[in-house]
């Protein structure tokens, strides 16, 4: 039986996708998203934060007056199923496409470079950072791999620095993720790098699906590895799945966590297995005090009354972030031209300097030898439930050289 959430997203896309905007409709974006695959924990808010945005966006003039229409399927989190929706939103004309998974996302990237597609992905791999590779492959926020170095080091800086072996021994690092999964494994490369590069000693990862709801054998043969701590490269349930297990058996490590597991349902799902647990966030959680959260709040509740403010998440904002972002490049590229890919790029994205969307993320800058928005990552900590801000690290200022002619693209 379909979930009451999965009923009302389905009302709500149908509302969003055939009826966005009283009048004539001349803008048409497309946007997969996954409603119950092997994501889907925190791709529902984060399709909901989509649709909501666009109402939004045409409430307030559409792109210089013209309307959008969004045409959102799920996909299940299936490659095939996303190269499909691909073709339809080519043939139904629409000027770009808000994307999700990093498996198709990474697969789809030659065809959108090729075809001139601007395509916003909620998949933040360090991979499709480079234009002079992935020129069409944008994102409002940090991307992977900078923030599992930033949580890596913020750990070191906090936590190691405490520790009553520091000085005796280095540091004992490992990865639990999914190995098979692109979005899981893209940053794994960049943070045992960063590990390396702090002075870790790097032991063997750990293959824990993202539908996992029991871990034990993993967290056993953690054991024998004793780690200070364990980098989480899953999304939010099978994270608090292994956290709960860790904390079962003993393990003894921290957790750090990517921006996909740490969430408003973390502390819920894991209890106190969760207090500590680090991890970046790319934008404010829902309800946070930031400037254009109370508009966030008024479409959530006019849209989609029936799902609790207490229901909704940080995915819901990262939707608005990434559809608010296309919505700048849109506007600015019509009035420098018109809505052909190469003009969103060029006239549109690559012309926001330090551009906020007032959503509590990094001001955009993309240019046109790096779409990395930000080297600032704010890392924060559940502390008694709630998640709390440790601190922002700047990786560009603290690794300059680095930054500047080393990670962009890995």
């Known amino acids: 039986m379909k979930s009451k959430l999965f009923i009302i997203l389905l009302a709500m896309f149908i509302l969003a996708g055939f009826y966005s905007g009283a009048g004539a409709v001349d ?20 399709a909901l934060g989509i649709a909501e945005a666009i109402h939004y966006m045409n409430d307030n003039g559409g792109i210089n007056g013209k309307k959008i229409k969004l045409y959102q399927f799920d996909y299940g989190y299936r490659v095939p199923e996303a190269l499909t929706k691909y073709k339809l939103f ?77 000085g005796k021994r280095k540091p004992r690092f490992q990865c ?47 054991k024998d590895f004793k780690p200070d701590v364990v980098w989480h490269g899953n999304t939010t349930m099978s994270v608090a799945s292994t956290i709960r297990d860790a904390y079962a058996l003993g393990l003894g490590a921290d957790h750090i966590v990517n921006n996909w597991a740490m969430d408003e349902n973390l502390p819920k799902l894991a209890g106190k297995a969760a207090e500590g647990v680090m991890g970046a966030a790319v934008c404010a959680f829902y309800g946070e005090d930031v400037p254009l959260m109370p508009t966030v709040v008024e479409y959530g509740k006019k849209y989609n009354p029936g799902v609790p403010m ?9 939707g608005w972030s990434n559809a ?64 709390m801000l440790v601190e922002k690290l700047d990786l560009k200022a603290r690794w300059p050289e680095k930054w500047a002619s080393e990670w962009l693209g890995w």
Request: net charge positive; charged share 25%.
């Open 176 to 222: 639990s993720y999914m190995f098979a999964s692109p979005y899981s494994s893209a940053p794994i490369k960049a943070v045992k790098d960063q590990a390396t590069l702090l002075g870790f000693d790097v032991g063997p990862d750990q293959d824990v699906s993202l539908f996992a709801i029991d871990t034990k054998s993993q967290i056993l043969a953690m």
């Open 324 to 387: 608010l972002a296309l919505w700048e490049a849109l506007k600015r590229a019509d009035k420098a031209g018109g809505l052909a890919g190469e003009n969103i790029l060029k006239n549109g994205f690559e012309t926001m300097k330090g551009f906020d969307l007032g959503l509590g993320g990094a001001p955009l800058t993309y240019t046109t030898m790096d779409h990395r928005i930000s080297s600032q990552v704010p890392i924060y900590v559940v502390k008694d439930g709630k998640i």
């Open 90 to 166: 080519k043939r139904l004309k629409c000027v770009s496409v808000l994307g999700w998974g990093t498996g198709d996302t990474e697969a789809l990237s030659p065809t959108v470079t090729k075809e001139k597609m601007p395509y916003v992905s909620a998949s933040y791999s360090a991979h499709l950072t480079d234009p002079k590779k992935t020129p069409y492959n944008l994102f409002a926020a940090t991307d992977y791999s900078s923030n599992a170095r930033a949580a890596l080091t913020v750990w070191f800086d906090k936590n190691w620095s405490k520790h009553q072996d520091k």
């Open 27 to 46: 803008v048409k974006v497309g946007a997969l998203n996954d409603l119950t695959g092997a994501t889907s924990d925190v791709g529902k808010d984060y």
């Open 310 to 318: 207490e229901k909704r998440t940080v995915r819901a904002i990262q």
